[in-house]
C-alpha cells in the first residue's frame, strides 16, 4: 500500500525559500514517477515539478513558471522526494502535494496520471 506523507510548508516572505519532503512507503526504488502538484482556492491542481526513474535514467520536468527556482530530487536510501522552493513569490501560495505512480504517467505534470497522493502542505508567500 502507497502512502505519501509531505511536510515542510509554512509561511515565508517573498524571495524566501522552503524545502518539502514527502516522505514515501510502498513505492518502488528502481522505477517511479513522482511528482509535486499544488491547489490555489478556486483553481485547477497544477503540476509543479516532476521526476522519473526508468532503466537507470533520471529525468525531470518543471512547468515554465518555476523553472530556475525550485528543484525536485529523490533520496532513494530515505524513500523521500524534495521540492527546493527559492526565490518564492505571492503567487507561489497554495497547497502542496506529492504524487506517485509505478506506471509511466501519460504527460508527467498532469494531475490525471497520478492515482496516489499525499495529505498536503500549506506553503503561503505574504508580499
Known amino acids: 500500500q502507497v502512502q505519501l506523507v509531505e511536510s515542510g510548508g509554512g509561511s515565508v516572505q517573498a524571495g524566501g525559500s522552503l524545502r518539502l519532503s514527502c516522505a514515501a512507503s510502498?513505492?518502488?526504488?528502481?522505477?517511479?514517477?513522482m511528482g509535486w502538484f499544488r491547489q490555489a482556492p478556486g483553481k485547477e491542481r497544477e503540476g509543479v515539478a516532476a521526476v522519473q526513474l526508468y532503466e537507470s535514467e533520471t529525468t525531470t520536468y518543471y512547468v515554465d513558471s518555476v523553472r530556475g527556482r525550485f528543484a525536485i530530487s529523490r533520496d532513494n536510501a530515505k524513500n523521500t522526494l524534495y521540492l527546493q522552493m527559492n526565490s518564492l513569490k505571492p503567487e507561489d501560495s497554495a497547497m502542496y502535494y506529492c504524487?506517485?505512480?509505478?506506471?509511466?504517467?501519460?504527460?508527467?505534470?498532469?494531475?490525471?496520471?497520478?492515482?496516489?497522493w499525499g495529505q498536503g502542505t500549506q506553503v503561503t508567500v505574504s508580499s
Open positions: 510502498g513505492v518502488t526504488r528502481s522505477r517511479y514517477y
Open positions: 504524487a506517485y505512480e509505478p506506471r509511466p504517467p501519460a504527460s508527467p505534470l498532469s494531475a490525471d496520471g497520478y492515482n496516489n
